[in-house]
């Protein structure tokens, strides 16, 4: 199965679509049905079942361009991003120092 996310402009807001390939048929996802219960959480069926991670890497790459981003360990994130910038400053450090490039030739 393979999940895919739109932006939709007229409705503001990011639709998705599933899609499957089975003996050379396509078979497309209607909307989800929902049903009521009296349980937060309850067992039951799930609403569809990815069997393989790439089929999902599609769905990821999709809202990642869309902009959106995980909420968990910010600090990660912003630990790479330090280290990130740490890597620049060393590397400007030796391009400036080796006389290769001077500051004044950069104005």
């Known amino acids: 199965m393979n999940i895919r996310a739109f932006w939709e ?3 503001q807001r990011i639709s998705l679509y599933a899609t499957d390939e089975i003996g050379g048929k396509f078979l497309h996802a209607e909307p ?4 009521s219960s009296e349980e937060r959480f309850e067992y039951r069926k799930p609403c569809f079942e990815i069997g393989d991670k790439k089929e999902l890497q599609d769905l990821l790459d999709d809202l990642w361009s869309l902009g959106l981003r ?3 360990r910010p600090d990660e994130y912003k630990a790479q991003l330090g ?3 740490d ?3 060393d590397m400007r450090a030796i391009v400036f120092k080796s006389g290769f490039i001077k500051r004044d030739n950069l104005k």
Do not use: I
């Open 9 to 11: 402009p007229r409705y």
């Open 70 to 72: 995980p909420s968990e």
């Open 83 to 85: 280290s990130m910038r």
């Open 87 to 89: 890597h620049l400053n």
């Open 32 to 35: 989800v049905k929902m049903s």
